[in-house]
C-alpha cells in the first residue's frame, strides 16, 4: 500500500519531469493554462494544510493550531525562511497547548 | 539555496519517521520522488490513512508545474542528446531550474553547471533525509513538543513563500478554507485534494497581471 504510492508518486513526477525535458512543446503553453499550473502546487498544498489548522482531528480548533498558523505566516513573511516558520509554528503550538492543558 | 535544502530534508526526515514510516520506505522516497513538498504531503496523506491512487494523484497535481519549466528549458537543451535530457529530467527541481536558468540567460549553455548543481541538491537531499530520519525517534512525545504541527507548518511556510501576487493569495486562501469546511463535513481527503485543484481556477478571474 504505501509502498504501492511511492513506487506510483515517484513514475508521475518522472513522466512531468521527463516530459518538460523531451517533448517539443509548439509553443509556449496557452497563458491561462501556465497560470492555473502555477496556482496549483500552493493551492494543493494549502487545502492540505486548511483542516489541520482549523479542524485537527475533526474538531474545530480550539486555538493553538490557528495561532500557531498566524505565527507561521508573519514568520515566514519577515524573514522569507521556511525552518523559522517551522520552528515559530511548531514552538507555538507546543506553549499554546501548554497553557491551555494547565 | 543548498543549505535551504538540509533545512527542509532534515523536517522531513523527522516527521517522515514520527509519522511511522518505515526507514527503507522513508530513504526510497527521497531517492525516488525527489520532491520537498510532495514528500511533505505524502507523510500527511499516510498519516490519513489515505489509498494509494489518492496519494499518486495528489502528487502528480503537485508537480505538474513542472511542465512550466518546459517552455523555458527545450531551447538550451536542444542539442542535448535524449539519453541525458532523461537523466536531466530526474533531478529537475524548483530549486535546480531557478539557478539554471539563470545561467543559461547568461549565455553559458554547458549542461554541466546544471547537472552539478542538480546532482548537489540531490545528494544533499537525501543526506538531510537520513540525519533527519536517525534524529526522528530520540524526539519524544511528538505532541507534546508540537512536532505534530511540523508538517502543517511546513505546508503553511511553502505556501506564503510561493505567493507573489495577490490573486495566489486568494487562491490558497480559498483553498483552505473549502477544505477545511469540507474536512468538517466528514468529506474524504479526495474532496480536499479535489478542492486544492479546483481553487487556482480563481486565477482566471483574476486581473493583476502582469507577470512573469
Known sequence: ?102 | MLTAVLVVGIPFGIVARQSGLSPAEIVAMSLFVFAGASQFAMVQLFTDGVAWPVVVATVLLINLRHLLMAADLQRYFARVSVARRLAAAYVLTDEAFAMAIGWFRRGRTELAYYATFAVALFVLWNTATVIGMLIGPSIGEPRRFGVDFAITATFIAIVILSVRRRSDAVVALAAALVASALAYLGASVVAVVTAGALAPLLVLFARDEPDR
Do not use: H
Open chain 1, 1 to 102: 500500500m504505501t509502498w504501492l504510492a511511492i513506487a506510483g508518486s515517484a513514475l508521475v513526477t518522472y513522466l512531468v519531469r521527463a516530459f518538460a525535458f523531451r517533448v517539443p512543446l509548439p509553443s509556449a503553453l496557452p497563458p491561462r493554462v501556465a497560470r492555473y499550473l502555477d496556482a496549483l502546487p500552493a493551492a494543493i498544498i494549502a487545502a492540505l494544510a486548511g483542516p489541520a489548522v482549523l479542524v485537527p482531528n475533526g474538531a474545530p480548533t480550539r486555538g493553538p493550531e490557528l495561532a500557531a498558523a498566524i505565527a507561521v505566516i508573519a514568520m515566514v513573511a519577515w524573514r522569507r525562511n521556511l525552518l523559522a516558520g517551522v520552528l515559530a509554528g511548531v514552538a507555538s503550538v507546543a506553549l499554546l497547548r501548554l497553557v491551555l492543558a494547565a
